[in-house]
């Protein structure tokens, strides 16, 4: 931490009242309980599309288990501080320990949540040149995360410099290292976002099912919204008051990383939209045929290996086989059958 002039020693002192500690604890448990109750959603709908868990699920697991990591650390920065002026710290060792904990968890949960949407892109869009865009936007996606983690552990070096101003030691620019995160966070978050929408508007289907298609993949860009908002914020957050300058960022990071793992799960909660709002046996009708005419075997007996074409043919649901779209069926979007039993649906 910076050393105080007297100036902002005295400044600090006259505002000792300002506290901001439950501002923060109140977004810490309001996007905790809105990342939980949507990755149980995406397990119910799951279960009720009788679709086994794939990688984009257990991505999504390993992000809400990161997340909580970074929820126990921001709580535990709140006790050593955060959201008060940073005169009033005493413990800087373990403030600082905590947010390099706290920092670690938040681009490991931001990876996590992106590896589930490739993983999930990957599992209900065969095509080829897809796949090989998926690899490199995953590639990026990694890379950046990785390059990420040893700023967050030693932004200075020897690392005792952090919290021992008898240690000397050379630290990087820790506001531009931040704002270049969340740059690429940003970058990641529209390729993420606009990748599928080619295939999903040329989805031969109902208008207002395209619609509710394109309207459940889009809410991710709330995710990409906050994060421009918490890059203006970034910027703000220098200063030798860092304890109180960071509560802004530190609130939005919350936010970012609740939104973006509700977001990933949306997508894959159709079968309970079916469910709760047309009735359990909405999807059978859709298909012209009982539910039970996609065993799990059929849905799940490789990641491309059974594969239907969308198409406004003449069966009610819009379902066409690969083989059917290849003998005429132009201009017919091939999906997995594991998008058509959990994210079509019915009309």
């Known amino acids: 931490m910076a050393t105080l002039s007297p100036s902002e020693i005295a400044f600090q002192r006259s505002h000792i009242g300002d506290d901001r500690r439950t501002g923060i604890t109140v977004s810490n448990v309001i996007c905790y309980t809105l990342a939980v109750v949507a990755v149980l959603l995406r397990v119910f709908s799951r279960r009720l599309a009788q679709v086994e868990h794939r990688a984009d699920d257990w991505w999504i697991w390993g992000a809400l288990f990161l997340f909580t990591v970074y929820i126990a650390a921001y709580q535990v920065l709140v006790h050593f501080g955060l959201g008060r002026h940073v005169v009033l710290v005493t413990n800087t060792k ?103 929408m080619p295939l999903l508007w040329n989805l031969k289907v109902s208008p207002s099912r395209r619609r509710l298609l394109l309207s459940l993949f889009l809410l991710g860009g709330c995710a990409c919204i906050v994060s421009l908002v918490r890059v203006f914020f970034v910027q703000q957050a220098e200063g030798a008051d860092s304890t109180w300058n960071y509560v802004n960022t530190a609130e939005l990071s919350t936010v970012e990383l609740g939104v973006g793992i509700s977001s990933a799960c949306l997508p894959t909660c159709r079968p309970l939209y079916n469910h709760c709002f047309r009735g359990g046996g909405a999807r059978s009708k859709a298909y012209g045929h009982s539910s039970r005419a996609i065993r799990m075997a059929d849905i799940t007996r490789g990641w491309y290996g059974n594969r239907e074409a969308l198409g406004s043919g003449g069966d009610e649901g819009g379902l066409h086989t690969a083989s059917a779209a290849r003998d005429g069926g132009g201009g017919r979007i091939l999906v997995t059958k594991e998008f058509a039993s959990e994210s079509v649906g019915s009309r």
């Not at 600082?96 to 490739?118: D, E, P, Q, R």
């Not at 865009?133 to 967050?152: E, H, K, R, Y």
Request: glycine share 8%; aromatic share 10%.
């Open 94 to 196: 373990g403030f600082v320990v905590t947010s390099i904990f706290g920092a670690t968890a938040y681009n490991l949960t931001m990876l996590a949540i992106k590896l589930s949407i490739v993983y999930f892109y990957r599992r209900i869009f065969p095509q080829r040149w897809f796949k090989h865009a998926l690899i490199g936007t995953g590639a990026i996606v990694v890379g950046t995360a990785l390059a990420q983690v040893p700023l967050d552990i030693v932004p200075c070096m020897p690392i005792a410099s952090q919290w021992d101003r008898n240690v000397k030691g050379k630290c990087i620019d820790l506001g531009a290292a931040i704002l270049g995160i969340a740059i690429s966070n940003i970058i990641t978050d529209v390729i993420l976002l606009t990748l599928p």
